[in-house]
């Protein structure tokens, strides 16, 4: 029997190996200039994924939280607008939107931790099932306070708090009125300014 021949068998294939990489090998294919200045980019779970195109709304709903929060935040934090934040070995994502504890240099010498993290916010449209069930996770599981998944299509925004190993263990859906951070109490985001 030829060698082609037991390539059906299972016990005589050999498992698929995944090489996941980390954020140090993301960083070292960037100085290597594998990919381009514009390449959108974030390591998953340790996997690279290209970043779906950004349409109107989206890019308006980024620009309408941004004013409010920058607004509202005045010094009291960062806000960070689709950057890479990085987050344990395996994960670099780009948030739409983060709001970051001061520091000095202003995130210029490294980029946030999760530890640096107050508030991370994913504006979904075509991304809202990855978004919510692979990003959402991470976040909460590295002990990021709180994120919002703002979702355009449901006109939905919704709040996970309460951080845990499994994620967030709390999670409300908000549709109408206001939404304030945890860490901006004082800071109003009227979802009627998010959706009309």
Excluded at 117 to 135: F, W, Y
Excluded at 148 to 159: E, G
Excluded at 172 to 190: F, K, N, R
Aim: glycine share 6%; aromatic share 6%; charged share 25%.
């Amino acid at each position: 029997m030829s060698n082609d021949a037991t390539l059906g068998r299972p016990d005589q294939q050999m498992a698929t190996v995944r090489h996941k990489l980390t954020v140090l090998d993301l960083h070292r294919m960037a100085e290597a200039g594998i990919f381009n200045e514009d390449d959108r980019v974030e390591l998953i779970e340790g996997e690279l994924f290209d970043m779906v195109p950004i349409g109107s709304k989206h890019a308006g709903t980024v620009a309408i939280l941004t004013k409010l929060l920058t607004v509202g935040a005045r010094d009291r934090c960062v806000v960070f607008v689709q950057s890479p934040i990085q987050l344990p070995d395996y994960n670099e994502p780009l948030p739409d939107l983060t709001l970051l504890k001061p520091r000095a240099d202003s995130y210029r010498d490294t980029l946030p931790q999760a530890s640096d993290v107050l508030l991370v916010v994913e504006v979904a449209d075509p991304s809202a099932i990855r978004d919510r069930d692979v990003k959402i996770p991470i976040y909460g599981r590295c002990s990021i306070p709180e994120a919002w998944l703002v979702d355009i299509q449901r006109r939905v925004v919704a709040v996970y708090r309460q951080p845990g190993a499994d994620g967030y263990q709390s999670v409300t859906e908000i549709g109408s009125g206001s939404l304030s951070p945890e860490c901006l109490p004082d800071v109003m985001a009227p979802l009627a300014d998010l959706f009309d």
